[in-house]
Structure formats: C-alpha cells, structure tokens
C-alpha cells in the first residue's frame, strides 16, 4: 500500500513529502512549500519501560491482552518500538514475565514489531544501598550463566539488553558470553571501581543506563563511577530526562560530554499515564503522583518511587529548559537508541528505512504527538 505525508522535515526545517510503500520509507521529496507546518520525524524509541497506565510488566498476573494495552498506550505518546523491562524478582516470576511478553508478541503481528526486544534490569546488580534503588534487596545476587540462558529460552530469545553491576566475580566472563549471543550489555545500578568498569568495558558493555540515578548520596570526588562511565568513549548512556530524576545543571554537563552517544529513557513504571493521586506500589507501599508528573513515596516526599513520564515529556523538558534544541531532542528519543542497537547503521528519516513516522504539532510551546505511523499503517490519530 502507498502512503504519502507532507510537513517540515525535523532536522533540516525544509518542507518535505513522504512517500511510504509496504510499510518502508520510499522516498523523500523537497518541496518547494508545505502548507503543513507539522514536524515529521522518525517514531521515538524507549529501551526502558516497566509499564504504563496501571499495568506492570513485573505484575506475577501480567496477561498477554496488557502488553498489547501498553503497546497502544505507546502509539499515543509516540513510541513506535520499545523494550519492556523486566527487573529484579524471584527466578520464577522473572520467568513467567519473560514468557507471557513472549507470547504476546508471537500471537500479535503489532506487538512483534514494536516489541524489538526486552531489557532484563537485574537481578545481577549491586545490594549496597543507593546503586540498588528500589529493587528488591532479597533477589540480588551475581551474574549466572544457567539462570540467564533459562529466562532466555523463556523469552524465546527476546532478551536484547542487560544492565548488571559488573563489581560481581564472574562478571567479565559472563558479559562477554552475553555479547557473543547477541545481547547489548549495560552496566548499571552499580558500585564498581575502575578497574572493574574497564574490565566491563573490555568484555564487551557498550552502555551506562540511566547515568547518575540509582547512586550513593555520597562519592569519592575521585575516582568514581561517574566519572569513570562518562570518560569511556565505548559506553553509550541512557538519561531519565523528566527534570526529577537528574538536575539541569548534570544534564547539561553530561550532554557535553557525550552529544552524540546519549539517548532518552523514560524509565515509566505503571504510574505513568495516570492521573495524580495517591498510589499502591508493589514494592514501595504507599506513593503518590503529583501533577507536575513527580512520583514519590507518600511517607517520604524526597525520596522518588520510579518515573511516571513519557519520552515526549522528557523531551519537551528538555527543549522547554533550553538543554537541547528541538531536533537534538527528537533525535535523542529516536535514531540514537536504533544507533546504539545496530552500531550507528540507523539513519532516521531516510528512503529505505521502516516507515515509523510521526506527525508532530510544533505551533505550540510544548510538541503534541497528532499522528503515528507504524510500518507504513496509521496506527494513533489525535
Ligand atoms: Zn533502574
């Protein structure tokens, strides 16, 4: 089937129309004007999302009809692929996550193709408190080759990225045998010294997820983990960029440091979506969503209980404080986390690539998603 959008091209500001065939971007035409003034960009990409709109992928009675329901909930908000995350639990319970997103992908031709993969956030991370944040204290323990490869075939191969701790013994060993499967590996909710985040590094991390969260309150001023992620030219890093998970001024600095090799999470627990109010959490008891989007512990309003914003929040944070133009912004939430999946061969809007558009309004202060396309079909309209 043939398709063809028009508006302004996100990063070159030129009107353009594109023209989409079975699902692929065939071509892409300048014109000379555009009577829409709509941006058009790639659909965004969020490597890290819990759940969404009341639903939880670490839920024991998550149903296969949910992971279709977070699916939808992501067309309208612009995400056209994303990993669900599964993090720290019992064995089992890891297990049947793995295995009921499985399934839903294999029954469901829309989720497969958004579903690109699912990231496992734990259970090999770091007990000490601060690194550990919320995750489950009695499930923590080092990497495991056995257990790893069982959740795998579970998961039927869907596992595309890890984040552990890698001041775990065995952990060289371990991630590199990750690679050789095919599983991008970041390192995260970590404690680790130099020596042992090099040593990650050779055997293959390529990523620091979500830098400067999940850390002690107190640091050597050096060296530290931070320092020692952010100097490594061969670690790509994810940011919760929803102004409460990383102050401005950090933002700012470790956007510098790595313009190119940065890409947004949003991290988004079931809260997200939700209106405000006061919640039950499974694993931090009472909390309660404000309506600026900050989600907290209802005993402890200092202490967050995970993220309930989505990527365009994120990125319309980041352009409404002036840390990024538009277009950074845009790319940040979409080609760079396809870049850093396939070793930089994604190009965004480009003839031959997948036809995940999205038709954004930029009249206003904030971008508003009006359309989403996902393999060429329209898949949310506002
Ligand atoms: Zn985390």
């Given at each position: 089937m043939k398709n063809s959008l028009e508006g302004?091209?996100?990063?070159?500001g030129k009107p353009i129309q594109v023209i989409t065939r079975d699902g692929i971007i065939q071509e892409i035409m300048e014109l000379e004007s555009s009577e829409s003034k709509n941006l058009i960009a790639p659909g965004f990409v969020d490597?890290?999302?819990?759940?969404?709109q009341g639903i939880?992928?670490?839920?024991?009675?998550?149903?296969e009809s949910d992971v279709l329901k977070v699916t939808r909930a992501m067309f309208e908000s612009g995400v056209t692929t994303y990993f669900p995350t599964i993090i720290t639990n019992s064995d089992d319970s890891i297990r049947k996550s793995l295995k009921t997103i499985s399934l839903a992908c294999a029954s469901n031709g829309l989720i497969q193709s958004t579903v690109q993969g699912i990231h496992l956030e734990g259970?090999?991370?770091?007990?000490?408190e601060g690194p550990r944040g919320?995750?489950?204290?009695?499930?923590i323990q080092a990497p495991n080759w056995e257990k790893f490869s069982a959740w795998q075939e579970a998961a039927e191969g869907r596992i595309k990225l890890i984040t552990l701790a890698?001041?775990?013994?065995?952990s060289f060993e371990f991630i590199e045998k990750c690679v050789e499967s095919g599983v991008n590996v970041a390192i995260g909710h970590t404690a680790a010294n130099t020596t042992q985040i090099e040593a990650a590094i050779r055997a293959g991390a390529t990523l620091s997820t979500h830098?400067?969260?999940?850390?002690?309150l107190m640091l050597p001023r050096h060296p530290n983990y931070l320092w020692d992620q952010l100097a490594s030219e061969k670690l790509w890093m994810s940011l919760?960029?929803?102004?409460?998970?990383?102050p401005d001024t950090v933002l700012k600095v470790f956007l510098k440091v790595k313009p190119k090799t940065t890409f947004l999470i949003?991290?988004?627990?079931?809260?997200?979506?939700l209106p405000p109010g006061n919640y039950q959490s499974p694993i931090g008891g009472e909390v309660v969503l404000n309506k600026n989007g900050r989600l907290y512990?209802?005993?402890?309003?200092?202490?967050?209980?995970?993220s309930a914003t989505s990527l365009l929040q994120c990125i319309n944070y980041l352009v409404d404080h002036h840390l990024t133009s538009v277009q950074e912004a845009i790319e940040m939430a979409s080609v760079r986390p396809m870049q850093f999946l396939d070793r930089g061969y994604s190009r965004g809007?480009?003839?031959?690539?997948?036809?995940d558009l999205l038709v954004l309004d930029f009249n206003r202060a904030n971008l508003e998603i009006l359309q989403t396309i996902k393999a060429g079909e329209l898949v949310y309209s506002k």
């Open positions: 302004i091209h996100f990063q070159t490597l890290q999302v819990n759940g969404f939880d992928f670490n839920d024991s009675n998550l149903k259970p090999f991370l770091s007990k000490e919320a995750h489950p204290l009695k499930y890698p001041e775990w013994e065995g830098l400067g969260n999940a850390a002690h919760i960029a929803d102004g409460f998970h990383l949003s991290d988004a627990t079931s809260f997200a979506g512990m209802e005993k402890n309003p200092g202490l967050l209980a995970g809007l480009s003839s031959g690539s997948i036809a």
